[in-house]
């Protein structure tokens, strides 16, 4: 019978495992260097195939369980001598009782990954192949033992494996306490992980679900040098259920360890651009935007976008929905960026970024869809809150003009532009555009008519500084996250220069913000649909 051999340092020496992998990634290797340790090796189904084609002796477990492989192998290792063997307290005479009148045999390392059920989902399987590659006797097995781990060594990773062998070839074949703990803890983190996944995409497939319970797991990373301050501690976990592009998926080619802020406002940069069909660029400080465009190619729009902030710029993050071109990496060296976001570089725009190594350069291989539904999740003191994404767009049909003038045909495209744009501007949010671009943005503010003087205000700046007679906002248009509640908003836009509005309506005072845009000629539509972002 196989009883655990305990050292003084607390290492526990490896006799028996049992393998049982969906990824056979470096498995023969590693059997072969347990073997060579004198590891009797147990097995299931495949995995048994790919040890014995390496040349392995290996023992089926349904010759230790006595009883086949049942049910198209849903049942195969939920057996008493299974998990007997793995949960067994090898220092408790009565477990160890138990063992020999059973004929059970300790199990010392467990080798376990689970069935593939994330990949298959984000395949596009159907509901039924979805559902057999939910792991029953896998997790079972894995938190056996993980629980267990003062006497048995758990792996759910092939990336452990040099871990193990390391210890074993040290210690004459023994495993560290230390190293069983750390291995349990990502045992139990991925047996939580796999079943939140499974539990948020069934309650997807529900209509109207929301669960009892709601969960959120990640995969680490990397770890952050700090968080929004140096006093806080940061990592960045990717949700391996989540297939959408983005900064936290996305490869670096170059440039410093991208940090919190860095990583907020590029996905904040990048979930902008990917709203609009055509070439388009926005600039990001703090998760707002500086500025955004939308033109015939990638570089007009970069130069249409720096033209509405300038200053605020300076250090920002670029975020493109093309591919970056050498002409835009030339135009973007002339200035201080911290981060470049794009679905594809161009090899020669690689190059010659390489003057700045310090700028972040991010590849995604592709474009979120704005129009995804996914839950987002805020912390709040006690618990959170979890809501849709804002993935709704406007419903042409649905738009309503209430002025006496209707916009004009370019009124209409800058102002479905700023509506949109509007959507990715922290409220109160007020958003001036003109000829596919934003030209002065206002976000944050407490007061919506102070949101409508501050952009005003910048775009004023922003003309100076590029030398021009009269401000930028001079025949734009205004988009408002929100309804206006008084009409002192819609008068400071048409001061600063508007000459039609959208907004999503819905005051008890719209008549007077209808009445202030009728006279002063100005064409307004209400959306029926509101954007805040806080």
Known sequence: MSTERQTDSGAIVIRRALLSVSDKSGLV???????????ELLSTGGTAKTLREGGLSVTDVSDVTGFPEIMDGRVKTLHPKIHGGILARRDDPHHLAAMTEHGIEGIDLLVITLYPFIETVKSGSDFETCIENI???GPAMIRAAAKNHEHVVVVTDPADYGSVLSEMNENTGAISNSLRRRLALDAFA??????????NWLAAQTENASPKRFSVSGRLKQKLRYGENPHQAASLYVMEDSPRPGATTAVQLQGKELSYNNIN??????ELVAEFDTPAVAIIKHANPCGVAVADDPLSAYRKALLCDPVSAYGGIIALNRALTPDL????LERFVEVIIAPEIDPKAVELLKKKENIRVLRTGGLPDPHESYMTLTRIAGGF?????????????????????????EEMKDLLFAFQVCKHVKSNAIVYAKDGATVGIGAGQMSRVDSCRIAAWKAEEAAKSAGLSEPLTQGSVVASDAFFPFADGLIAAAEAGVTAVIQPGGSIRDPEVIQAANERNLAMILTGLRHFRH
């Open 29 to 39: 290797e590693f059997a072969q260097a347990l073997a060579k340790h004198g590891v």
């Open 265 to 270: 406002d590029t996905n904040a940069a990048f």
């Open 135 to 137: 792991d029953i006797g």
């Open 329 to 332: 990496a030339s135009a973007i």
């Open 385 to 409: 809150l979890t809501q849709g994404s804002d993935c709704l767009t406007l419903d042409s049909d649905a738009l309503k003009i209430v002025t006496e003038r209707p916009p004009t045909e």
């Open 190 to 199: 991925l047996t939580a992980s796999y079943d939140s996944s499974i539990s």
